[in-house]
C-alpha cells in the first residue's frame, strides 16, 4: 500500500466503500425492483468505478465494470426488469470487482483473469428475453470467470478479506463532526489552562501528578485531532492544470504549469479560506502575466511561458509562491492607470517609488486591462485577494521585474483554531500575541532604559544591533495612555521598558507593554460583528483563570501606528534590480537641516548615536567646540559653520549626530533632525564645495549629500588615522 501511489490509495478507499454498499443496495433492490432512487444510485457508482479505472489503466476491470454498467442502464431506464438471475449476476460482478482491487493493492495490477464468462452472461442478459431458469449453482461460477467451480472460500469471502488492508486503516469522517470535535478540545485547551493555574500553588503530589497527566494527554489529544484536520495543499492544485489550460487556449497562449510542495499541509480552515484567492492569483499570471508565444519568442523567450506553483514551511507558516516567467508590472504603466481612474494624484505618482506603485494594484477598482473581458478588467480581484489572505492572519507582497516575471509570495498561518500566543499586560489588562509574529523580546532597565530610546522626529526609535527599531506604544494605540515613555517611578527612577520585537509584513518594529508574561496555548474566538472595524484586534481568548483576552492584530497595530504606510522598504530582490542600474544606489539616510534650513543627508551606517546636548555644556579649548562625553573629551563640528551657512541662535539644546571609530567619537552640530528614510538615489550633481558628495533628490526634494568622513579630516586630519590604527593595532 505504501508503494501506491496517492490517487490509486483514494480510489481503493472510495471503491471498497462503495462495493460494500452496493452489496446493501442490491439485496434491496431485488425486493423493490421498482426503486428508481436504487438503481440510480448502484448506476452511479458503476460508473464512477469504471471511469476512474479506465483513467488509471486497469483495463480488466473497466471491461468488467462497463458491462455492468450497460446492464445497470437499461434497468435503470425501464427497458428490461430485475430479477434473480440479474441480481445474482450483478452480485458476481461486486465480487469480481473487489478482487481486482484487492489485486491493484498487493501488485498494483488488476490481475490475471479476463472474467470471460461473467462479461458473456453480462452481456446476454442485457436482452429482454432472460434466458431459461437458471440452477442458482450456476450463477455461484459466475465470478470465477472461466465457467468452472471457484477455488475453495472464492470468491466472496476471500475476496472481502482481502479488502481488510485499506477499509480497515481508513475511514471517511464527516466535516461537520470533525469541527465539533474541534470546538470540544478547545474547551478542553481552556479547562486545562484553568487547571493547570488552579494547582500551581498546590503541593498534593497526588493532586500534581493527575494534573500533569491531564496536561500529557490533552496535548496529545489536541494534536491528533489537529492532525485530523490537516489536509495537503495538493489537494487545492489539483484542479488548476485544467484551469491553466483552457484559460491558456482561450488566449491564444501556451502555458506550463510546475507544482512544488503538493504534499504541504494546512488546516481545512485555511484550505478552504485560501481556495478563490489562489484561483484569481493563477487567472491572473495567466491573463496578464504571460505573453502570446509571438510575443515571447520576439522577446527571445521560449513560446511556451512557465507557471510555478510552490508551498513550503518557514518559520511557523507555510509561505505559497506563485511565479511567472511573463512580461512583469510597469510600474510607470500602473501609475497612469491608477491616475486615470483617480485612484491617486499625478503629484502623488510621480513621488511613488517602483514598489508602491506596483502595490496600487491591490486597490479597490483598479485594473490595468485594456478592455473588459468575462475574465478580468472589471476592477474587482486583487483588493478582494489582499482582503481574504489578511482575514486569516496572512500577507501577501508581490515582486515583479519588467519582461523578466512576477513573483506573488503568500503567507498563512498553520492553523486558525489553536495557536500558540504571548501574554502581555497593558494598564492592567491581558493581551495575546499571535507568536508567528514574534521575532525576539527585549527589556531595557536603569540607566539603559533612559539612554537606550531615542526620538527621530517624535517618533521613538532603539537601535538594536546597528538598526534603529521603530517603537510604537501598545498603551497609546489602545487609547489607554499618551505613551510617553520610559516613564519614571515615584523616586524618579527610570523603569525598566518591556519590547516585543515584532514583524508585520515585511516591517520590524517593538511593541512596548508593560508587562511580559508567558507563551500558552490560545483556543482562538472570533470577535463579535460590533467589534470587527476594530483593526487592532484579530479575535478573543479565554485564560486560564476564566477572563477574556483579546488577541492582538499585529498588522493593524503598525499600520495604526504608522510603522507600515504608503512608503515601504524595499525587498531584496528589488533592491538587487534597482542597483544594477549604475546611476543609481540605494542607502539609508538620516535627514537633517542646517544653517539656512537647508536639507542634508548622512548614510546612516556612519551614525553611531544621536544625542541631546545641554548648551551648556559645551567647553572651547584651542579654539575647538567639545563637549564631556561618556568619558571622553568629544569634539564637536557645527554643520552651518563648515559649509559657510548662516546659523540659527542656540537653544537650550544642540542637536548631534555622533560618529565613531573605534573608541573615539566626534559630534556634527545639525539645527534639526527630520527623518530616516531608505531611498534609491540618483546622484544628479557633483559636489562643487568639500564635505559634499552631490545633490540628489530625496522625499521629492532636493538635498545635499554630506561625506562626513571628508568633514571630520578637514578638522581633525589625525581622527581616522589614529582610529585605524586603534583597530588594527600594533
Same mark, same amino acid.
Not at 482491487?101 to 446476454?124: A, C, F, H, P, V
Not at 496572512?394 to 503568500?410: A, C, F, L, R, Y
Not at 500558540?420 to 525576539?440: F, H, M, N, R
Not at 478573543?540 to 504608503?566: H, K, P, W
Given at each position: 500500500?505504501?508503494?501506491?501511489?496517492?490517487?490509486?490509495?483514494?480510489?481503493?478507499?472510495?471503491?471498497?466503500?462503495?462495493?460494500?454498499?452496493?452489496?446493501?443496495?442490491?439485496?434491496?433492490?431485488?425486493?423493490?425492483?421498482?426503486?428508481?432512487?436504487?438503481?440510480?444510485?448502484?448506476?452511479?457508482?458503476?460508473?464512477? !468505478?469504471?471511469?476512474?479505472?479506465?483513467?488509471?489503466?486497469?483495463?480488466?476491470?473497466?471491461?468488467?465494470?462497463?458491462?455492468?454498467?450497460?446492464?445497470?442502464?437499461?434497468?435503470?431506464?425501464?427497458?428490461?426488469?430485475?430479477?434473480?438471475?440479474?441480481?445474482?449476476? /450483478?452480485?458476481?460482478?461486486?465480487?469480481?470487482?473487489?478482487?481486482?482491487?484487492?489485486?491493484?493493492?498487493?501488485?498494483?495490477?488488476?490481475?490475471?483473469?479476463?472474467?470471460?464468462? /461473467?462479461?458473456?452472461?453480462? $452481456?446476454?442478459?442485457?436482452?429482454?428475453?432472460?434466458?431459461?431458469?437458471?440452477?442458482?449453482?450456476?450463477?455461484?461460477?459466475?465470478?470465477?470467470?472461466?465457467?468452472?467451480?471457484?477455488?475453495?472460500?472464492?470468491?466472496?469471502?476471500?475476496?472481502?478479506?482481502?479488502?481488510?488492508?485499506?477499509?480497515?486503516?481508513?475511514?471517511?469522517?464527516?466535516?461537520?463532526?470533525?469541527?465539533?470535535?474541534?470546538?470540544?478540545?478547545?474547551? +478542553?485547551?481552556?479547562?486545562?489552562?484553568?487547571? /493547570?493555574?488552579?494547582?500551581?500553588?498546590?503541593?498534593?503530589?497526588?493532586?500534581?501528578?493527575?494534573?500533569?497527566?491531564?496536561?500529557?494527554?490533552?496535548?496529545?489529544?489536541?494534536?491528533?485531532?489537529?492532525?485530523?484536520?490537516?489536509?495537503?495543499?495538493?489537494?487545492?492544485?489539483?484542479?488548476?492544470?485544467?484551469?491553466?489550460?483552457?484559460?491558456?487556449?482561450?488566449?491564444?497562449?501556451?502555458?506550463? !504549469?510546475?507544482?512544488?510542495?503538493?504534499?504541504?499541509?494546512?488546516?481545512?480552515?485555511?484550505?478552504?479560506?485560501?481556495?478563490?484567492?489562489?484561483?484569481?492569483?493563477?487567472?491572473?499570471?495567466?491573463?496578464?502575466?504571460?505573453?502570446?508565444?509571438?510575443?515571447?519568442?520576439?522577446?527571445?523567450?521560449?513560446?511556451?511561458?512557465?507557471?510555478?506553483?510552490?508551498?513550503?514551511?518557514?518559520?511557523?507558516?507555510?509561505?505559497?509562491?506563485?511565479?511567472?516567467?511573463?512580461?512583469?508590472?510597469?510600474?510607470?504603466?500602473?501609475?497612469?492607470?491608477?491616475?486615470?481612474?483617480?485612484?491617486?494624484?499625478?503629484?502623488?505618482?510621480?513621488?511613488?517609488?517602483?514598489?508602491?506603485?506596483?502595490?496600487?494594484?491591490?486597490?479597490?477598482?483598479?485594473?490595468?486591462?485594456?478592455?473588459?473581458?468575462?475574465?478580468?478588467?472589471?476592477?474587482?480581484?486583487?483588493?478582494?485577494?489582499?482582503?481574504?489572505?489578511?482575514?486569516?492572519?496572512?500577507?501577501?507582497?508581490?515582486?515583479?521585474?519588467?519582461?523578466?516575471?512576477?513573483?506573488?509570495? !503568500?503567507?498563512?498561518?498553520?492553523?486558525?483554531?489553536?495557536?500558540?500566543?504571548?501574554?502581555?499586560?497593558?494598564?492592567?489588562?491581558?493581551?495575546?500575541?499571535?507568536?508567528?509574529?514574534?521575532?525576539?523580546?527585549?527589556?531595557?532597565?536603569?540607566?539603559?532604559?533612559?539612554?537606550?530610546?531615542?526620538?527621530?522626529?517624535?517618533?521613538?526609535?532603539?537601535?538594536?544591533?546597528?538598526?534603529?527599531?521603530?517603537?510604537?506604544?501598545?498603551?497609546?494605540?489602545?487609547?489607554?495612555?499618551?505613551?510617553?515613555?520610559?516613564?519614571?517611578?515615584?523616586?524618579?527612577?527610570?523603569?525598566?521598558?518591556?519590547?516585543?520585537?515584532?514583524?508585520?509584513?515585511?516591517?520590524?518594529?517593538?511593541?512596548?507593554?508593560?508587562?511580559?508574561?508567558?507563551?500558552?496555548?490560545?483556543?482562538?474566538?472570533?470577535?463579535?460583528?460590533?467589534?470587527?472595524? !476594530?483593526?487592532?484586534?484579530?479575535?478573543?481568548?479565554?485564560?486560564?483563570?476564566?477572563?477574556?483576552? +483579546?488577541?492582538?492584530?499585529?498588522?493593524?497595530?503598525?499600520?495604526?501606528?504608522?510603522?507600515? $504606510?504608503? $512608503?515601504?522598504?524595499?525587498?531584496?530582490?528589488?533592491?538587487?534590480?534597482?542597483?544594477?542600474?549604475?546611476?543609481?544606489?540605494?542607502?539609508? /539616510?538620516?535627514?537633517?537641516?542646517?544653517?539656512?534650513?537647508?536639507?542634508?543627508?548622512?548614510?546612516?551606517?556612519?551614525?553611531?548615536?544621536?544625542?541631546?546636548?545641554?548648551?551648556?555644556?559645551?567647553?572651547?579649548?584651542?579654539?575647538?567646540?567639545?563637549?564631556?562625553?561618556?568619558?571622553?573629551?568629544?569634539?564637536?563640528?557645527?554643520?552651518?559653520?563648515?559649509?559657510?551657512?548662516?546659523?540659527?541662535?542656540?537653544?537650550?539644546?544642540?542637536?548631534?549626530?555622533?560618529?565613531?571609530?573605534?573608541?573615539?567619537?566626534?559630534?556634527?552640530?545639525?539645527?534639526?533632525?527630520?527623518?530616516?528614510?531608505?531611498?534609491?538615489?540618483?546622484?544628479?550633481?557633483?559636489?562643487?564645495?568639500?564635505?559634499?558628495?552631490?545633490?540628489?533628490?530625496?522625499?521629492?526634494?532636493?538635498?545635499?549629500?554630506?561625506?562626513?568622513?571628508?568633514?571630520?579630516?578637514?578638522?581633525?586630519?589625525?581622527?581616522?588615522?589614529?582610529?585605524?590604527?586603534?583597530?588594527?593595532?600594533?
Amino acid at each position: 500500500m505504501s508503494d501506491l501511489d496517492d490517487v490509486v490509495k483514494e480510489f481503493l478507499v472510495e471503491s471498497h466503500e462503495n462495493l460494500d454498499r452496493l452489496d446493501r443496495e442490491l439485496v434491496a433492490l431485488e425486493k423493490d425492483p421498482t426503486s428508481r432512487e436504487t438503481l440510480g444510485s448502484i448506476f452511479r457508482t458503476i460508473h464512477t !468505478i469504471k471511469g476512474t479505472c479506465g483513467f488509471l489503466g486497469f483495463g480488466k476491470l473497466e471491461s468488467v465494470a462497463h458491462v455492468g454498467e450497460n446492464l445497470l442502464s437499461r434497468l435503470r431506464d425501464g427497458h428490461l426488469s430485475l430479477d434473480a438471475e440479474r441480481t445474482s449476476a /450483478l452480485l458476481a460482478m461486486v465480487d469480481a470487482v473487489r478482487t481486482m482491487l484487492s489485486s491493484i493493492e498487493s501488485s498494483g495490477t488488476d490481475g490475471e483473469q479476463e472474467y470471460k464468462t /461473467l462479461i458473456e452472461t453480462l $452481456s446476454r442478459l442485457q436482452e429482454k428475453k432472460a434466458a431459461a431458469e437458471v440452477p442458482p449453482a450456476t450463477t455461484a461460477t459466475l465470478s470465477a470467470g472461466t465457467g468452472s467451480a471457484p477455488p475453495e472460500a472464492e470468491p466472496a469471502a476471500a475476496a472481502a478479506a482481502a479488502s481488510a488492508g485499506v477499509t480497515e486503516t481508513t475511514i471517511r469522517v464527516d466535516v461537520g463532526l470533525l469541527d465539533k470535535l474541534m470546538n470540544l478540545v478547545g474547551e +478542553l485547551v481552556l479547562a486545562r489552562n484553568q487547571i /493547570l493555574q488552579l494547582t500551581g500553588s498546590q503541593k498534593d503530589p497526588t493532586l500534581l501528578g493527575t494534573t500533569q497527566r491531564l496536561n500529557l494527554i490533552t496535548s496529545e489529544l489536541q494534536e491528533g485531532v489537529m492532525k485530523t484536520r490537516m489536509q495537503p495543499i495538493g489537494n487545492v492544485w489539483s484542479r488548476f492544470p485544467r484551469v491553466v489550460r483552457d484559460l491558456a487556449i482561450s488566449c491564444g497562449k501556451k502555458v506550463r !504549469i510546475e507544482m512544488e510542495g503538493n504534499e504541504t499541509d494546512l488546516d481545512r480552515t485555511i484550505i478552504e479560506a485560501i481556495k478563490d484567492p489562489l484561483t484569481h492569483l493563477v487567472r491572473n499570471s495567466v491573463d496578464h502575466g504571460i505573453e502570446t508565444p509571438d510575443v515571447r519568442t520576439k522577446n527571445r523567450k521560449p513560446a511556451e511561458g512557465r507557471l510555478l506553483l510552490r508551498a513550503y514551511h518557514e518559520g511557523g507558516q507555510v509561505i505559497i509562491d506563485i511565479v511567472d516567467d511573463g512580461g512583469g508590472i510597469d510600474p510607470e504603466k500602473v501609475k497612469r492607470k491608477a491616475v486615470e481612474r483617480g485612484l491617486i494624484t499625478p503629484a502623488q505618482a510621480q513621488r511613488m517609488g517602483d514598489r508602491d506603485a506596483v502595490n496600487l494594484i491591490f486597490l479597490p477598482g483598479f485594473s490595468t486591462a485594456e478592455r473588459v473581458s468575462n475574465i478580468s478588467g472589471r476592477g474587482v480581484g486583487m483588493d478582494v485577494v489582499k482582503t481574504n489572505i489578511e482575514k486569516i492572519g496572512g500577507s501577501i507582497d508581490i515582486q515583479s521585474k519588467p519582461n523578466e516575471g512576477t513573483t506573488v509570495k !503568500i503567507k498563512i498561518p498553520l492553523t486558525l483554531a489553536i495557536i500558540p500566543a504571548l501574554i502581555v499586560t497593558c494598564a492592567g489588562d491581558k493581551y495575546a500575541i499571535p507568536q508567528v509574529s514574534l521575532l525576539e523580546l527585549l527589556r531595557l532597565e536603569g540607566e539603559h532604559a533612559r539612554k537606550g530610546i531615542e526620538f527621530i522626529h517624535g517618533t521613538p526609535v532603539y537601535r538594536l544591533r546597528g538598526r534603529l527599531l521603530p517603537l510604537v506604544s501598545l498603551s497609546r494605540e489602545l487609547g489607554l495612555s499618551d505613551g510617553t515613555f520610559p516613564s519614571a517611578n515615584a523616586h524618579g527612577e527610570c523603569e525598566a521598558v518591556n519590547i516585543v520585537v515584532l514583524q508585520a509584513d515585511d516591517r520590524t518594529f517593538g511593541l512596548v507593554v508593560d508587562g511580559i508574561n508567558d507563551t500558552e496555548e490560545i483556543v482562538v474566538k472570533p470577535l463579535g460583528k460590533q467589534l470587527r472595524a !476594530i483593526t487592532v484586534y484579530a479575535g478573543a481568548t479565554i485564560r486560564g483563570d476564566g477572563r477574556v483576552a +483579546l488577541i492582538l492584530d499585529v498588522m493593524g497595530i503598525a499600520q495604526r501606528g504608522g510603522v507600515i $504606510s504608503e $512608503s515601504r522598504e524595499r525587498t531584496p530582490q528589488e533592491l538587487e534590480a534597482e542597483a544594477e542600474n549604475t546611476q543609481t544606489t540605494v542607502h539609508t /539616510l538620516l535627514l537633517c537641516s542646517a544653517g539656512d534650513k537647508r536639507r542634508f543627508a548622512i548614510p546612516l551606517s556612519h551614525v553611531a548615536r544621536l544625542e541631546e546636548i545641554q548648551t551648556s555644556d559645551v567647553e572651547s579649548a584651542g579654539g575647538i567646540e567639545a563637549v564631556q562625553y561618556r568619558g571622553q573629551i568629544m569634539p564637536l563640528i557645527r554643520l552651518s559653520s563648515f559649509l559657510g551657512c548662516e546659523s540659527a541662535p542656540d537653544g537650550d539644546l544642540l542637536q548631534v549626530v555622533v560618529y565613531s571609530r573605534g573608541d573615539r567619537s566626534i559630534g556634527l552640530v545639525v539645527e534639526s533632525i527630520l527623518d530616516i528614510v531608505e531611498e534609491t538615489l540618483a546622484v544628479r550633481g557633483r559636489a562643487f564645495r568639500r564635505g559634499m558628495i552631490g545633490t540628489a533628490v530625496v522625499q521629492g526634494k532636493a538635498t545635499e549629500l554630506i561625506d562626513i568622513e571628508s568633514v571630520i579630516s578637514s578638522i581633525d586630519p589625525t581622527f581616522l588615522g589614529e582610529c585605524a590604527a586603534v583597530a588594527v593595532g600594533p
